[in-house]
């Protein structure tokens, strides 16, 4: 089993910064990749930003230019840079793992979730 624990939410201001952090811990042999997704009311869940085990990375459209993910990989933990934050990102935000475990076989794990408000 694998747990991924998230922290650095809160309540900021439109323009003010929040860093997200993950760290996941467990049955890892080697994580493929992490990501954050989020979620706000009566919206589905969606792609933030994600980054694979060979660095690359993916954004969605509306936050490229603000949010940077980063991996630290020797913690297993992935971050979020949330730069010049909008009233329209306020979300529960998710972190998400693929993970290979010592068996060799993948999983698939979401973190706990974490609110952002971004107030106007």
């Known amino acids: 089993q694998v747990q991924l624990v998230e922290s650095g939410g809160g309540l900021v201001q439109a323009g003010g910064s929040l860093r997200l952090s993950c760290a996941a811990s467990?049955?890892?042999?080697?994580?493929?990749?992490m990501g954050w997704y989020r979620q706000a009311p009566g919206k589905q869940r969606e792609l933030v930003a994600a980054?694979?085990?060979?660095?690359?990375?993916n954004y969605a459209d509306s936050v490229k230019g603000r949010f940077t993910i980063s991996r630290d990989s020797a913690k297993n933990t992935v971050y979020l840079q949330m730069n010049s934050l909008k009233p329209e990102d306020t979300a529960v935000y998710y972190c998400?793992?693929?993970?290979?475990?010592?068996?060799?076989?993948?999983?698939?794990?979401w973190g706990q979730g974490t609110q952002v408000t971004v107030s106007s």
């Open positions: 998400n793992a693929d993970v290979r475990s010592r068996s060799r076989s993948y999983n698939n794990y």
């Open positions: 467990g049955n890892i042999f080697t994580i493929n990749a």
């Open positions: 980054v694979t085990s060979g660095g690359s990375t």
